[in-house]
């Protein structure tokens, strides 16, 4: 079934094949230059009864449901299957599918026979009931050789990043396999939204990536504001592509500063710290917080801002402007740095778009993919930006990037509060109107039943995806989550093949993706 990426699906309309024809037709559909953007277990309480005769006797859990997009023709595709305990695994043939194949069969245990290395992805508590395994109780890959050594990193790290496990395969310096196990911090996060919406459940989503507050945040409010065929005000998309945006100026300009110091060149490293905070400065101003939490909501945004506010901080911004501008045009300046950037930890074009990569790590290896072009949550003016790529899929590509993603922002951003001021000042001769009516619509008590809707955020790692499905109550039955993360830790893996291990530190900061995110 085909539908707009902006409007919702009634689940009865998505076609129910059996397993050989749903494998059918999404490599057809791969084929044809189609992603996938959820592939998931659907509860056998989300089917109806006349389906579930079909299988009689089958007592299976779950079935499957995919959900794929056509970024050209900003289209939507999904279809599912009945109720099933195996079905043929896609992953060869699907490279992207692999980890969604993994992540199916541990928390459902539907099997994918033929997977090549059915490893857990999260390490969730089966369906089941069965005891939840440890990560570190699975078997790992192994180079075997009389040179060949291992080297263990982590899961427990210095400082207080989250837990992550990193096992290189080496022949002396020269790394030939990475592996990364993750999943040592479940949190359940997509357990909790079951039988939503909840009050509590817009603050989680905050903290589902904690650098992407904004992001996740407003990927959860377009899901239940498609669902409930509510429309958000103008001054609350301003507010929101605002915060989004703030969240990428801060976010690359750190992660600007920390490739520049694993480099060594120190300048740009010690400025950027610094400016990294002026702009979440600036998101406080808006909020009060400086990571976006609070700002968004369903139905629009929780604060405003009247044009004297919109004034001061648009000063604010271009001052930050010229900091980082001059930060980092001195970091691509030397030499030093571009030739140690330059070929390091390369991702090729086909590799990006087989593991389906999204955000800064896909458009640096020269895939042109943007949610706010193919999946755009309003009509606003994107001035004069673009899709920002490079080629290579080096850690040049990655910062490259991130430095046009940066005046890009600056440029929407300054836009977005002129047209806020603008407004403030018309709006004051209308009369009849609450100001929170401005930017925020109201929100209906229940959600229609038996409804699939999916939001693609564009957040500062890449594209965002949240997919939930109701129940006939209208209650979150399947409610899943995709941080960018998702997607391209196998990107980093495969961008320190036959690279140095000590290359290892500059690539992973130059990807910078969440542990958290993935760990739902």
């Not at 989300?46 to 499957?64: D, F, I, K, P």
């Not at 100026?249 to 400025?271: M, R, V």
């Not at 290896?365 to 193919?374: Q, T």
């Not at 999946?375 to 899929?393: F, H, K, N, V, Y």
Request: charged share 20%; aromatic share 8%; hydrophobic share 40%.
């Amino acid at each position: 079934m085909r539908f707009s990426y902006a409007s919702p699906a009634r689940l009865a309309d998505i076609p129910c094949l059996d397993a050989a024809s749903l494998r059918a037709a999404i490599l057809t559909q791969v084929a044809h230059g189609w992603r996938v953007l959820a592939f998931f277990g659907l509860p056998r309480a989300l089917y109806a009864q006349g389906e579930l005769a079909l299988v009689a006797g089958n007592t299976a859990a779950a079935g499957l449901c995919c959900v794929m997009a056509h970024d050209q023709r900003q289209e939507l595709w999904a279809s599912r299957c009945l109720p099933l305990d195996r079905y043929a695994s896609m992953s060869l043939e699907c490279p992207q599918l692999q980890r969604f194949e993994r992540e199916v069969h541990e928390a459902w245990g539907i099997v994918p026979e033929g997977h090549p290395w059915l490893k857990p992805v999260r390490y969730t508590t089966p369906a089941s009931g069965a005891e939840r395994p440890g990560p570190a109780q699975c078997d790992h890959y192994r180079v075997e050789g009389g040179q060949v050594h291992e080297v263990a990193v982590g899961p427990v790290h210095a400082g207080i990043i989250e837990p992550g496990h990193f096992r290189f395969q080496c022949y002396g310096e020269n790394v030939l396999n990475l592996e990364i196990s993750l999943g040592f911090q479940h949190r359940g996060v997509e357990k909790m939204l079951a039988g939503g919406p909840h009050l509590r459940d817009a603050a989680l989503m905050e903290c589902v990536a904690g650098d992407t507050s904004v992001g996740h945040c407003t990927a959860y409010s377009v899901v239940l504001e498609r669902l409930a065929g509510v429309s958000v005000p103008l001054r609350a998309q301003l507010l929101r592509r605002m915060g989004l945006e703030f969240e990428r100026l801060a976010n690359h300009t750190g992660d600007l500063g920390a490739i520049a110091g694993d480099t060594g060149f120190l300048p740009t490293s010690s400025w950027n710290g610094r400016i990294r905070g002026d702009f979440l400065n600036m998101t406080a101003e808006i909020c009060g917080n400086r990571f976006g939490r609070g700002l968004v909501c369903p139905g629009g945004v929780n604060w405003d801002l009247d044009p004297a506010a919109c004034r001061g901080l648009l000063n604010r911004l271009r001052a930050g402007w010229r900091d980082v501008k001059g930060a980092v045009d001195v970091m691509f300046a030397s030499p030093s740095v571009l030739d140690r950037l330059t070929g390091t930890g390369c991702v090729s074009l086909r590799t990006a778009e087989d593991f389906g990569m999204v955000g800064v790590a896909a458009r640096a290896c020269g895939l042109p993919r943007d949610a706010r072009r193919h999946a755009p949550l309003s009509r606003l003016p994107l001035e004069d930006t673009d899709i920002r790529t490079a080629q290579g899929g080096d850690v040049l590509g990655r910062a490259t990037v991130r430095r046009l993603e940066v005046a890009d922002s600056v440029r929407l951003v300054e836009a977005d509060l002129q047209h806020l001021a603008r407004l403030g000042e018309e709006e004051k001769l209308r009369e009849g109107v609450s100001d929170t009516a401005l930017w925020r619509a109201p929100m209906p008590d229940t959600l229609p039943g038996g409804m699939l809707a999916v939001a693609q955020v564009e957040g500062w790692r890449g594209e965002l995806c949240h997919v939930a499905v109701t129940d006939a109550e209208g209650r979150f039955g399947v409610y899943k989550i995709y941080d960018p993360s998702w997607h391209n830790w196998s990107g980093l893996e495969m961008a320190l093949r036959g690279e140095q291990i000590s290359d290892f530190p500059l690539c992973n900061k130059s990807f910078n993706l969440s542990y958290c995110g993935h760990d739902l």
